[in-house]
Protein backbone atom coordinates (compact mmCIF):
# COMPACT_ATOMS: atom_id res chain seq x y z
CA UNK A 1 0.00 0.00 0.00
CA UNK A 2 1.38 3.65 -1.16
CA UNK A 3 2.02 5.63 1.84
CA UNK A 4 3.37 8.70 2.97
CA UNK A 5 3.52 10.34 6.34
CA UNK A 6 4.04 14.06 6.93
CA UNK A 7 6.18 15.55 9.91
CA UNK A 8 8.32 18.59 11.06
CA UNK A 9 5.22 21.35 11.23
CA UNK A 10 4.79 23.26 13.92
CA UNK A 11 4.13 27.16 15.42
CA UNK A 12 6.83 29.59 14.01
CA UNK A 13 6.97 33.39 14.21
CA UNK A 14 7.49 35.30 10.87
CA UNK A 15 10.70 35.01 9.45
CA UNK A 16 11.46 31.73 10.83
CA UNK A 17 12.17 28.18 9.36
CA UNK A 18 11.24 24.88 9.77
CA UNK A 19 11.66 21.58 7.87
CA UNK A 20 8.98 19.24 6.61
CA UNK A 21 9.68 15.66 5.80
CA UNK A 22 7.54 13.07 3.68
CA UNK A 23 8.07 9.73 4.38
CA UNK A 24 6.96 7.29 1.68
CA UNK A 25 6.53 3.57 2.11
CA UNK A 26 4.72 0.56 0.16
CA UNK A 27 6.29 1.68 -3.63
CA UNK A 28 9.79 2.75 -4.86
CA UNK A 29 9.75 6.41 -4.05
CA UNK A 30 12.55 7.12 -6.26
CA UNK A 31 10.70 6.37 -9.29
CA UNK A 32 8.14 9.51 -8.78
CA UNK A 33 7.97 12.83 -8.39
CA UNK A 34 6.59 13.56 -5.32
CA UNK A 35 4.98 17.27 -4.59
CA UNK A 36 3.89 19.53 -1.67
CA UNK A 37 0.14 21.26 -1.53
CA UNK A 38 -0.85 23.01 1.40
CA UNK A 39 -4.57 24.10 2.48
CA UNK A 40 -4.94 27.44 4.13
CA UNK A 41 -7.79 27.25 6.46
CA UNK A 42 -11.46 27.64 4.60
CA UNK A 43 -9.67 27.56 1.45
CA UNK A 44 -8.89 24.48 -1.09
CA UNK A 45 -5.44 23.31 -1.70
CA UNK A 46 -2.83 24.72 -2.99
CA UNK A 47 0.44 23.66 -4.89
CA UNK A 48 3.55 24.45 -3.52
CA UNK A 49 6.30 22.55 -5.04
CA UNK A 50 7.03 19.20 -6.74
CA UNK A 51 10.39 17.30 -7.34
CA UNK A 52 10.97 14.91 -9.78
CA UNK A 53 12.10 11.07 -10.09
CA UNK A 54 15.70 11.13 -8.91
CA UNK A 55 15.68 14.86 -7.99
CA UNK A 56 17.30 16.23 -10.95
CA UNK A 57 14.26 19.11 -11.57
CA UNK A 58 12.58 21.19 -8.98
CA UNK A 59 9.45 23.98 -9.41
CA UNK A 60 7.95 25.80 -7.06
CA UNK A 61 4.96 28.31 -6.96
CA UNK A 62 5.67 31.78 -7.00
CA UNK A 63 4.78 32.72 -3.47
CA UNK A 64 7.32 30.54 -1.94
CA UNK A 65 10.16 30.69 -4.63
CA UNK A 66 13.50 31.88 -3.14
CA UNK A 67 12.47 30.84 0.18
CA UNK A 68 11.21 27.26 0.14
CA UNK A 69 13.12 24.42 -1.08
CA UNK A 70 12.43 20.85 -2.26
CA UNK A 71 14.85 18.26 -1.68
CA UNK A 72 15.23 14.41 -1.46
CA UNK A 73 16.75 11.35 -0.16
CA UNK A 74 15.79 8.28 -1.85
CA UNK A 75 18.09 6.30 0.60
CA UNK A 76 15.73 7.06 3.10
CA UNK A 77 12.59 7.36 1.23
CA UNK A 78 11.73 10.72 1.91
CA UNK A 79 11.34 14.04 0.74
CA UNK A 80 11.95 17.40 2.92
CA UNK A 81 10.85 20.62 2.37
CA UNK A 82 12.82 23.75 3.51
CA UNK A 83 10.59 26.64 4.49
CA UNK A 84 12.77 29.88 5.28
CA UNK A 85 11.84 33.44 5.51
CA UNK A 86 7.90 32.15 6.65
CA UNK A 87 4.85 34.49 6.53
CA UNK A 88 1.42 34.31 7.89
CA UNK A 89 0.42 33.69 4.10
CA UNK A 90 2.21 30.38 4.47
CA UNK A 91 -0.24 28.96 7.19
CA UNK A 92 -1.92 25.84 6.68
CA UNK A 93 -1.83 22.01 6.69
CA UNK A 94 1.03 20.73 4.19
CA UNK A 95 0.49 18.14 2.51
CA UNK A 96 2.83 15.63 0.20
CA UNK A 97 1.60 13.96 -2.93
CA UNK A 98 2.54 11.05 -5.24
CA UNK A 99 1.00 10.22 -8.56
CA UNK A 100 1.80 5.97 -8.35
CA UNK A 101 -0.28 3.68 -11.02
CA UNK A 102 -2.43 6.55 -12.19
CA UNK A 103 -4.13 6.34 -8.42
CA UNK A 104 -3.09 9.66 -6.98
CA UNK A 105 -1.84 9.34 -2.26
CA UNK A 106 -2.11 12.16 -0.60
CA UNK A 107 -0.49 12.42 2.97
CA UNK A 108 -2.10 12.90 6.51
CA UNK A 109 -0.66 16.40 6.22
CA UNK A 110 1.58 18.36 9.15
CA UNK A 111 0.18 22.17 10.44
CA UNK A 112 2.42 25.06 9.83
CA UNK A 113 1.02 28.15 11.75
CA UNK A 114 3.30 31.15 11.14
CA UNK A 115 2.30 33.80 13.92
CA UNK A 116 4.15 36.35 16.26
Known amino acids: EVQLVESGGGLVQPGGSLRLSCAASGFTAGSYGIRWVRQAPGKGPVWVST????????FYANSVKGRFTISRNDAKNTVYLEMNSLKPDDTGVYYC?????????RGQGTQVTVSA
Open 97 to 105: ETDVSGRST
Open 51 to 58: ISSGGSYT
